[in-house]
């Protein structure tokens, strides 16, 4: 997958605010300091496209950028950051959530997690959403440059177990270039081969 061209779009907070082209989406989650900004601009050989910041918790909405002028590259909230006003944390859960629900030109959400941390329930949480809307996950660990071949090894198992993964993830670094283009080979597969969440079945909200 060669990136022609990328623009931002759209923020947005409700599926109201999202573009109504049917163009397929492809979202990037997870918690606020696990690197997704620099992953993203990596994946799209930009270096600022998606702002980066020292503080964790600054994407506080969705993020649309239109690649090749062919499909989204989604930017969602990271959560789990503490010092967040109550008010945004509050928000990112149903945020987050109402995304995976109603957007039916997800062809996939690549799931970012630190490889030095085990997941936790906010992770879960994220996980259970996914596979009770039906949409397509990927699982990726980033910053596996932190640890030794053989630490990042056995991490990536304990995580895999932990999460109940089929395959354990993707090891990723931005720092050493690790991984990054085997996930735009992935991405670019999902696009071409993944279907879109339309037809899914619209279960109970997820107390």
Request: with cysteine; aromatic share 8%; net charge positive.
């Amino acid at each position: 997958m060669k990136i022609l061209s990328a623009k931002f779009v759209t923020s947005a907070a409700w599926p109201k605010q999202f573009p109504t082209d049917s163009r397929p989406q492809v979202a990037f989650a997870g918690r606020s300091n696990v690197g997704k900004s620099s992953l993203i601009n990596a994946l799209l050989n930009r270096k600022s496209l998606v702002k980066t910041s020292s503080t964790p918790g600054k994407t506080q909405l969705i993020n649309f950028f239109l690649i090749n002028d062919d499909f989204y590259c989604v930017d969602l909230p990271g959560y789990g950051y503490a010092k967040a006003p109550r008010s945004v944390v509050d928000a990112w859960a149903p945020m987050i959530e109402g995304y995976i629900r109603d957007s039916p030109q997800i062809r996939a959400v690549v799931v970012l997690l630190d490889i030095r941390r085990d997941p936790d329930a906010r992770d879960v949480r994220l996980l259970e959403w996914l596979r009770h809307y039906g949409v397509p996950a990927f699982y990726v660990l980033t910053k596996a440059d932190k640890l030794k071949r053989g630490e990042a090894a056995k991490a990536r198992q304990s995580i895999a177990k932990a999460l109940g993964l089929a395959e354990p993830p993707l090891l990723t670094s931005v720092m050493s270039g690790q991984g990054i283009g085997e996930l735009k080979t992935e991405v670019a597969r999902r696009l071409r081969d993944g279907s879109t969440a339309a037809g899914r079945r619209q279960p109970a909200k997820i107390p």
